[in-house]
């Protein structure tokens, strides 16, 4: 929901750094590789209740999300890419997603890991997760194949469709777990609520796009 109001604000200072790391030999995919680890570890702290650290770790991880992308806009293009301008890649576009998938379910199953008496809410935020995540990915392949665009959010490698719990409000909320632990359930309640609501609206608006 806030991802497009955001990119503007966000935009700036990444695409600084990421002119700052042109020309270094630091790939796109590094960044993605490294941000995803960063998540791991932010993981491992929640196993252990070490929720202040996983919150720096989760916080990095998602600025290594956005840098990749900056970098790779940046970045002159690599000798196996003698006709691209940049370095932008489908190939860094689906690492980037995966990455971003297996993090935010991975969060969550850290924290009930950790604390085993939310795990039945854990499992219900990670399924509101998967209704997010295929329906984004579902109408994404379709656009692709009918050759629709969407910048908004910034130049993507797939389409981005909004919804009320984007990349924005996801992260919200996982920083809200790691801050109040004790809330969890009602943070799941209410963010898997959203999520609902989110894949719903998306499937009515794939019914009126593709139908």
């Known amino acids: 929901m806030f991802d497009a109001r955001l990119r503007p604000l966000i935009d700036k200072p990444l695409n ?7 020309g270094t030999g630091i790939t796109p995919n590094i960044i ?15 196993v252990l209740k070490l929720d202040s650290a996983a919150l720096v770790l989760i916080l990095a991880s998602r600025v290594m999300d956005g840098l990749d992308g900056a970098v790779a806009r940046h970045a002159a293009p690599r000798s196996r890419h003698p ?10 576009g689906y690492y980037d997603i995966v990455a971003d998938f297996l993090f935010y379910a991975g969060i969550i199953l850290a924290f009930a890991i950790g604390r085993p008496e939310h795990a039945l809410m854990a499992a219900f935020l990670i399924f509101c997760f998967v209704g997010t995540g295929s329906s984004f990915l579902a109408y994404a392949i379709i656009a692709a194949k009918q050759n629709r665009n969407h910048d908004k959010q910034g130049k993507k490698s797939f389409y981005y469709l909004t919804g009320i719990t984007e990349g924005s409000e996801t992260i919200v909320v996982l920083c809200l777990i790691c801050l109040f632990p004790e ?26 796009d593709f139908g």
């Not at 600084?16 to 042109?22: D, E, G, I, R």
């Not at 993605?32 to 929640?46: I, N, Q, R, S, Y």
């Not at 006709?83 to 860094?92: I, R, V």
């Open 32 to 46: 993605t590789g490294f941000g995803f680890f960063l998540g791991v570890l932010a993981a491992g702290c929640l």
């Open 16 to 22: 600084a750094v990421a002119k700052t790391l042109s």
């Open 183 to 208: 809330w969890f359930a009602k943070i799941a309640a209410i963010f898997g609520a959203l999520c609902l609501i989110t894949t719903v609206g998306r499937i009515l608006q794939a019914r009126r």
């Open 83 to 92: 006709n691209a301008k940049t370095q932008e890649s489908d190939l860094g």
